[in-house]
């Protein structure tokens, strides 16, 4: 059984540049959330995807954006990125949508806003 | 806003003492309260978690214990190793909502 997998480890990227972050979920997984962790901070919860759709949002702006796919694989998109998006990006997926189904983290990718 | 406070920000045991990490929430409708432990360059895993309908749950050498009227609930690692250095993360949900609230994390060190 192959956990949950992000891609890329670790990028760089200018102030208002865009980031495209990538996500397999556990085999057998149809639920992906994805969290934001400042340095010295817990998660944030973003937003979670369920069987393809947007299941609820955390307090981001719109210019986070997410997709999931037919495989239940996902994209964690950031527009006009700002120095304050420096961060840990984790993404979780669990069997089901409600907090209740244990959430399996993959590693995160370090994203560093210069 | 955080939902979930937890304290310390970090504490340093000897390896065979006893760990204790405190978190208190102010939502009454919270009723899933899971730890995580992270290690570094890790995502978190889930360690333990309890609901409040039982006032401690023990699993191996870590124990939550969940005081429903204080609003309060703590994770002890009993005879705490040095393998059970990281970071421990506190969190908090209702039973229909689909994200955790996590506390700020407290970091564990065991010295040998």
């Known amino acids: 059984e192959t956990g949950v997998t992000q891609s890329p480890t670790h990028l760089i990227k200018t102030r208002g540049q865009q980031v495209t972050l990538r996500c397999s979920s556990q085999?057998?997984?149809?639920?992906v959330s994805w969290y934001q962790q400042a340095l010295g901070q817990g998660p944030q919860f973003i937003f979670q995807?369920?069987?393809?759709?947007?299941?609820g949002r955390g307090n981001f702006p719109p210019r986070f954006s997410g997709l999931q796919f037919p495989n239940y694989s996902s994209e964690l998109n950031v527009n006009a990125l700002e120095l304050d998006d420096s961060a840990l990006y984790l993404c979780?997926?669990?069997?089901?949508?409600?907090?209740?189904?244990?959430?399996?983290f993959g590693p995160g990718t370090r994203l560093t806003v210069l | 806003q955080q939902q979930v406070k937890q304290s310390p920000q970090s504490l340093i045991v000897q390896k065979g003492g006893i760990s204790i990490i405190n978190c208190a929430y102010e939502?009454?409708?919270?009723?899933?309260f899971p730890w995580y432990q992270q290690f570094p360059g890790k995502g978190p895993a889930l360690l333990i978690a309890?609901?409040?309908?039982?006032s401690e749950k023990k699993e191996g050498r870590f124990t939550i214990s969940f005081n429903k009227s204080a609003k309060q609930f703590s994770l002890h690692i009993m005879d705490s190793q040095p393998g059970d250095s990281a970071t421990y993360f506190c969190?908090?949900?209702?039973?229909?909502?689909?994200?955790?609230?996590f506390g700020a994390g407290t970091t564990v060190t065991v010295r040998a």
């Open positions: 939502n009454t409708a919270f009723d899933y």
């Open positions: 969190a908090a949900s209702t039973r229909y909502d689909y994200k955790l609230s």
């Open positions: 309890i609901r409040p309908d039982v």
């Open positions: 979780a997926s669990s069997l089901g949508a409600g907090a209740f189904n244990e959430q399996f």
């Open positions: 995807y369920y069987r393809e759709e947007e299941n």
């Open positions: 085999s057998g997984h149809n639920t």
